[in-house]
């Protein structure tokens, strides 16, 4: 039985917020420890020649409707507080810097907590770096120590390898989960993770 498993993520993919308002009652479930993993949608997309699905099904509205249709009763079957960003697609770029740096000052968590909300569940303007700063502080968490340390190029280059290594993996968007090198993409793949996580 595992142990540990990994949630890579990106802040600007919705599917991502979905995964992650899972993940506690998961973990509760099955006695494991999530680790969370940022990466960069757009970097990873490149690195694969993959596409977001309202480009990738443009000329399939039928598949297209039927993905809008599954995210809506997924949001409605788990009762989560989801509204859609007005300013959906935003480029997370700054946000996952966020993340690396969150990560090493041992706030990762939190921080993934306060922006998700603020993203995926208030509609707030998260391009914007006072609205960040607002909600970073607002969380108890230290606005200025995490967009100072976002700018660092260490950890800047920390984002690039880590979207590199999910390329590398097999990853090609998100939300990824790995349990042990074992890979399974998508929101709905979340049950074969548990299914993975308590076989003997």
């Given amino acids: 039985m ?7 993520f990106d802040f600007g993919g919705p599917n991502s917020y979905l995964a992650h308002k899972m993940l506690p009652d998961l973990c509760a479930r099955t006695g494991t420890q999530v680790i969370y993993v940022p990466i960069l949608l757009g970097g990873l ?32 079957t788990h009762a989560l507080p ?6 959906f697609p935003i480029n997370s770029l700054y946000l996952m ?4 740096a ?21 509609g707030a303007d998260m391009s914007d770096t006072n609205v960040v700063r607002d909600v970073l502080d607002k969380a108890g968490l230290d606005s200025a120590a995490l967009l100072n340390l976002a700018d660092d190029p260490e950890v800047k ?13 097999g990853a090609f968007g ?27």
């Fill in 82 to 87: 989801f509204k859609m960003n007005p300013r």
């Fill in 2 to 8: 595992a142990e540990v498993f990994e949630f890579l």
């Fill in 97 to 100: 810097r966020g993340a690396v």
């Fill in 174 to 200: 998100v939300p990824t989960f790995f349990v042990g090198e074992d890979i399974f993409w998508g929101k709905e793949r979340l049950g074969q993770v548990e299914a993975e996580l308590t076989k003997s």
């Fill in 157 to 169: 280059a920390e984002l690039i390898a880590s979207t590199e290594a999910a390329a590398i993996r």
């Fill in 45 to 76: 997309f490149k690195l694969t020649n993959n596409q977001a699905p309202m480009m990738r099904f443009a000329d399939t509205p039928a598949k297209r409707n039927y993905e809008m249709l599954e995210f809506d009763r997924f949001v409605k």
């Fill in 102 to 122: 969150a990560q090493r000052l041992g706030c990762l968590v939190p921080y993934v907590d306060a922006v998700m909300s603020a993203m995926w569940e208030d």
